[in-house]
């Protein structure tokens, strides 16, 4: 029987308050995109992920927090508990579509953190849809310009991330980096960005941030 909430996923995912201590909030962003909580997640929440993916939990859209959750259950999870396959970035769709939704009915705007409104809007930075990664950067730009001081440094990566994942679906029309996951040819010119080691997605911060992970 599947007992986590929403609750449980949002207080995993956000296990404290933003840190005004940049240090703090450079190894939170390095726990989330780079696997950090794989492990937990993958023991704790698949039956949630599978239980979100045949709509049983889409009741959550109800409320903007519970939304966010939502959210990530679909977007982050999946890419956690599926790493290099097709269900990696299966829910894509619905989750951009909670995304969207969710901006229309002004949950994203009853989102206070800059931290979850950047996980709640990610999806649409996920997108091979041009529109998708252009609604992303204007939000993670405002972000930028609306988050205290101590963050903007991290926000700033945020955003020039945002606008490097649109420059390779400009020039490709889609992310190579899923092309053998779902089965799609890649051209020579895709091979030779993959070979070339400058995926966006794992790319190193900036050294004026990566230098805190160094001393923890």
Sequence with gaps: MITEKYEDVLRFWFPSQPSPDQAAMVCQWEWWF?????????EHFSPLLEQAIRGELDDWSHQPRSRLALILVLDQFSRSI??????????????CKLVLEGIHV?????????????????PLGH???????????KFADDIVQEAPQE????????????????DILTQFGRHPHRNKALGRQSTLEELEYLASGQLVHKRSMPSHLSQFLSET
Excluded at 34 to 42: F, L, S
Excluded at 106 to 122: M, Q, S
Excluded at 127 to 137: C, G, K, M, V
Excluded at 151 to 165: C, V
């Design 82 to 95: 599926y790493p290099d396959t097709a269900q990696a970035s299966a829910q894509d769709s619905k989750a």
């Design 151 to 166: 963050y903007r440094a991290l926000l700033e990566f945020s955003a020039a991330q945002a606008r490097r994942h649109q």
């Design 34 to 42: 780079r696997g950090g909580g794989n492990v937990e997640i993958i």
């Design 127 to 137: 997108s091979e849809d041009l529109r998708n990664l252009e609604l992303a950067i």
């Design 106 to 122: 002004g949950h994203y705007e009853a989102i206070k953190t800059p931290w979850e409104k950047t996980f709640f809007f990610l």
